[in-house]
């Protein structure tokens, strides 16, 4: 089976927004075993997106289309949509429910512009949207299937998951593929791949391997294509251990673990509790942790200490120690460590200190130094790193070694 | 003066990265009023090139084309190049002892791929690349012209920068393009819509607009065409005025700001301070301040106060208040802010407690039931929310709200 990914919306060709959707969509596809031949953007405009829905058509059996979608007047792709099936419209009356529904939760009342949402071709069956107003449609015309879907995000999201890939799957023209991701940390991309070139080079001719490399992790995925899924689940099992055998150290965890989830498990597993110390980080280990269901069996809460006096009130850090090695300092990082782990009474901690840029660097301390410390229940780690000169990476790297570094002393202290 | 973007790549159609240099090269022609018509990906495929090269040079002035040129994979754009303008291939001197500087700086030896890139289709101008080896090419045929460029960002950056803009400034085929947005919130697309719809309908024909929603805002983008940038510039700051007084109070900036860094614009002109107490938003405001540059200035920082004990112990809420409303609750909400600023000693503060879910919920208090606290100067205000219930959504929710409730109080207090 063979896609094509429209996209519809002047934002995207003006710059002013980056075409993730495409991406995700591309790569669920993949993941499905559908091939995507070309990804096209174009302008809200009427003879444009009929002339790509017509290229789309003649080359390839599933076309996905996203924006244009919404309750306002620049959204033009239901009328194309109307014209290219030749069909008219009508009121979907379980649309125009969940619009009522939606709404009236929010204690918004309806107007027109709302109850047009309900709108659909005729030609369509409706795809229910979870999570926002706007339906999905889909289209069958001459053996190619076309889907309709609105550009925010999560919304294309809910309706790929809950309806596009549960039904192309009952179609039952996909090819059975299996995935298994294996997340690896603390080494980079060419001397990984270094280091797996026999394993690489001897796998089996229906298994894919692909480095997706992400700040500071690499992502490597192993995809099977094939006839029987169980043949395919075994195959790629047994990569996977002896890929286990080969980095042993560098393997964090396995498809949708983050590092965060993964520490929150084990300080789970000893009914144990962290709280965090950030400076540099200024909250984003606290947020990663909370972001995953059901961390507050495990985080306490922590401390963003982004000025001085904030260390020295809530954390204890001494006046003297930030005078003697200023803020950026093993010193100050280990009175935060220890200040939180007392203050918020728990069994671990985390500190972070340091120049997330772009200004505040010196000669000895340049924008990118980092002190990173983990308090453990026997013992306390800290140590310095220098990252390079941009703010958000800077933020996303620190708390990713931190929270690695924490993961660390937690499978030390289970052996 | 129109163009299509052409990316060359099967990492794009797997959905392996994500094409952020199409969203750059967008941006930067629209800046120079160059319109940009389509974008479109293709796979490392001969036949597809050509029929893209094609089909762009039939709709389009400009063609950009970036990807398919690199040490390794160099070959397959150069030759559809070569096959498109039939022409043959040369070794460029120039190119060649650029390699050659570059690589030796770096103590690698030229080999037979690093050599071949300075190979050239003759029907091109050599682009110089002054961040790495693959030169930029220039083709002109029949009045359009293509630009093929490597698809490492930024090197395609300094191509465009210092050969592909100044090369078309000069042409003198440029028209103009002034695009503003005014960022909008707290008020849903439809409503807006149905409050804009006079002045909308009034706007002359020159000036597009685009809602572009995104969580709890709205994005207006107002493009102007035209010949003087002067005049488009009048028009839309005239349009933007209109707007402006029809929905003064939903207005909170405009183009790239955020509502955090103008919130901390307005506490940096009076020389406050602000720290926050997060329970449900669980570090995410504080994040949303420390990501901006210089924030230092007035965030002085926070208590993640994931649970009770911590919303005890460092914010001094009292056992008796949770006990008797909950730690989801108007109370709690209330200590929480007085106790956060006075633990940091600021002059403002936010406080959030609420059910992010999936978890937690009850018939009272459902998952999405978020109580949100302010305290400015002379007045503390507290308000209750009650979002939807996808744990990742009412965080961003909650934050974008807290923050816009302290935007409100700054505003007002200026007043």
New interface residues.
């Given amino acids: 089976m063979k896609a094509e990914i429209i996209t519809i ?12 959707n ?9 993941l499905n075993g559908i ?10 405009d009427h003879g ?1 997106i009929m002339k790509a829905l017509f290229d789309a058509e003649s080359r390839t059996d599933l076309v996905l289309i996203t924006g244009g979608l ?5 959204d033009i792709t239901k009328k194309c949509l109307c014209d290219y099936f030749q069909c008219g419209m009508h009121r979907d009356q379980k649309t125009l429910e969940s619009v009522v529904e939606r ?1 009236s ?2 204690n ?1 009342t309806i ?4 109850q047009d ?1 309900a709108l659909v071709p005729d030609a369509c069956t409706v795809l229910q949207n979870s ?1 926002g107003t706007a339906p999905g449609m889909w289209f069958e015309k001459n053996e190619t299937i076309f889907v309709s879907m609105p550009g ?1 995000p ?1 919304e294309m999201m809910g309706i790929m998951e809950e309806e596009v890939l549960p039904r192309l799957r009952k179609s039952g023209k996909l090819r059975s593929i299996y995935h298994q991701t294996v997340l690896v940390y603390g080494i980079g991309e060419s001397m990984l791949a270094e280091q797996l070139e026999t394993w690489e080079n001897a796998l089996p001719q229906f298994i894919k391997l ?1 480095y ?1 490399p992400n700040q500071l992790m690499v992502r490597l995925r192993l995809s099977a294509y094939g006839e029987s899924m169980d043949l395919l689940k075994q195959a790629v099992d047994e990569q996977i251990k002896e890929l286990e055998s080969i980095i042993p150290d560098h393997i964090f965890g396995y498809n949708d673990d983050t590092i965060s989830a993964i520490t929150g498990k084990l300080l789970q597993r000893t009914g144990s509790t962290i ?2 110390a ?1 400076s ?8 990663r ?3 995953v ?4 069996a495990y ?9 001085n ?2 260390k020295m ?2 954390l204890g850090v001494k006046a003297e120690t930030l005078k003697a090695h200023g803020a950026v300092s093993r010193e100050v990082a280990l009175e935060m460590v220890q200040g939180v782990r007392k ?3 728990t069994d671990y901690a985390i500190a972070t200190t340091g120049i ?4 505040g660097g010196t000669a000895e301390k340049p924008v990118g130094t980092v002190w990173i410390a983990i308090a453990g229940k026997n013992e306390t780690q800290v140590e310095c790193f220098r990252f390079l000169n941009n ?2 990476r800077n ?1 996303e790297r620190s708390t990713q070694t931190a929270l690695n570094m924490l993961r660390q002393l937690l499978l030390a202290e289970l052996k």
Same sequence: chains 1, 2.
């Fill in positions: 919306g002047d934002e995207i060709l003006i710059g002013q927004i980056v075409d993730t495409s991406a995700w969509m591309a790569e669920q596809l993949n091939e995507v031949f070309q990804i096209t953007s174009v302008h809200d444009h919404g309750p306002t007047k620049d709404l939760k929010r918004i107007n027109r512009l709302n949402q999570n925010v999560y692909a997706l709280s965090v950030e540099c980080t200024g909250g984003n280990i606290a947020h942790y909370t972001e269901p059901g961390s507050s985080f306490k809460g922590g401390v963003v200490a982004y000025s006096e904030v009130a809530l203050a918020l009474d997330a840029g772009p200004d703010r958000e933020i």
